[in-house]
């Protein structure tokens, strides 16, 4: 998982692709899930995607989020990397809840907790979609 924390801190999203068959993958693994040929790259693809799926979450899971809820967790496909598809947290107005279908872009947001902190992955509506 380092390379996708890594893009995560440069503000990338890094996936696997197989060498052999072309085939993109999350979560990470060290064999393709498609052909099983071992040791596929990482590469960087685009930070939009489309909502395939969402629930709100009305009890924190975390205390750092009491006071975001309730909150929307969403199944986003990458529009890079098509059948591709990553959880996150949706940041939308609680009035106004994610579409199926939705695009939306990635937002890196930084955290200095710990030694070197740590960049989490979060989707919004895209900047010029309203």
């Known amino acids: 998982y380092r390379p ?3 893009g995560l801190r440069a503000c990338e999203i890094r996936i696997q ?3 052999r068959c ?4 999350w979560p990470p693994e060290w064999f393709c899930h498609s052909c099983l040929e071992a040791d596929p790259e990482w590469i960087v693809v685009g930070t939009t995607g489309i909502v395939h799926s969402f629930t ?3 009890h924190p899971t975390h205390p750092a989020l009491k006071a975001a809820g309730p909150y929307y967790i969403g199944l ?7 059948g591709l598809r990553m959880i996150g947290n949706l940041l939308f107005d609680g ?3 994610p579409q199926f279908g939705e695009k939306v872009e990635a937002m890196f ?6 030694e070197a ?3 989490l992955l979060q989707w919004r509506r895209p900047k010029d979609a309203g």
């Open 4 to 6: 996708f924390w890594d």
């Open 17 to 19: 692709r197989c060498i």
């Open 22 to 25: 072309g085939a993109c993958q």
């Open 56 to 58: 709100r979450a009305w």
């Open 76 to 82: 986003v496909e990458l529009t890079d990397a098509p």
């Open 95 to 97: 009035q106004d809840p």
């Open 109 to 114: 947001e930084d955290h200095s907790e710990g």
């Open 117 to 119: 902190g740590y960049t």
